[in-house]
């Protein structure tokens, strides 16, 4: 058996994938999400696939206050002990900020950032004293650009890049390794609850799948890598980012959330010749 990993955002997308690389290759796992339904049912398929990996369910919104020191305060009285800690729980939004809901806002931000801050927080000292622990946490492309039209959901994201960044030389031989995971589009439920599915940036054909950004970030972290980006495109633009004005990439990243995708022109165009009949 490998050890126990806590996995939040668990209940779909990247963090379910993971789940499942996880039980097969002999991680116990402590399951974090607001989705009973789904929890459970990763329960039963870990049963069902490795009968040796238990995994535990804990309910818990993390836009919640508090949430992180109750998940924290579960493990401990359930006696378990955390070596693999993947903070992957994440909320976005789509709009012009002075237009998007303010709540929607803060939740980003306590979701992305204060909750994934906290669980580190928590669980780190621990494995400082063990000698030994790993920490993943998901953040994304956006990381490394402003994001006009998701301006909270990119600065949210440049947080958990230059956090994971700054951690990982605090913990220089502690034995404890940290790694961020930072994927380009990704064909998960994500971009429908931020509403991006229309824009051409996040078309069907432009995303991976979650199982492949799942087998490739853990497989780096497993390499001890920091910084892992996923996908040869995400890569090219990180580094043709680099050549550019701040004000160039600004605007392009403008214009790409900007314009709709293919399908939605269409749609469109359908609904406005119906309306003129």
Not at 209 to 230: F, Q
């Amino acid at each position: 058996m490998k050890g126990t990993a806590l996995i939040t955002g668990a209940s779909s997308g990247i963090g379910l994938s993971m789940t499942k690389i996880l039980v097969a290759d002999g991680w116990n796992l402590i399951v974090v999400g607001r989705n009973q339904e789904s929890l459970e049912r990763i329960e039963a398929d870990a049963a069902e696939s490795n009968p040796d990996v238990k995994v535990t369910v804990i309910l818990s919104d993390l836009g919640k206050d508090g949430a992180a020191q109750q998940i924290y305060n579960d493990v401990e009285s359930l006696g378990l002990q955390v070596d693999f800690l993947i903070n992957c729980a994440g909320l976005g939004d789509f709009g012009p900020f002075a237009e998007c809901d303010l709540e929607r806002q803060e939740m980003q931000v306590h979701v992305n950032d204060l909750a994934l801050t906290s669980l580190t927080r928590l669980f780190l000292p621990g494995m400082i004293e063990r000698g030994s622990g790993r920490i993943l946490n998901v953040s994304s492309i956006a990381a490394f650009q402003p994001g006009p039209l998701m301006s909270v959901y990119y600065a949210s994201k440049a947080y958990v890049l230059s956090f994971t960044e700054a951690l990982a030389v605090e913990l220089r031989n502690t034995g404890v390794k940290v790694s961020v995971l930072c994927p380009g589009p990704t064909d998960t439920p994500f971009l429908a609850a931020a509403g991006q599915t229309e824009q051409n940036m996040f078309k069907k054909s432009a995303c991976v799948t979650p199982d492949k950004v799942a087998e490739y970030g853990l497989r780096k972290t497993m390499k001890n890598k920091v910084v892992i980006v996923c996908g040869v495109s995400s890569k090219f633009l990180m580094f043709a980012e680099r050549l550019l004005p701040r004000c160039v990439v600004r605007r392009v990243v403008y214009f790409i959330q900007s314009k709709p995708s293919p399908e939605a022109k269409k749609r469109a165009k359908a609904e406005k010749k119906q309306n003129r009949q």
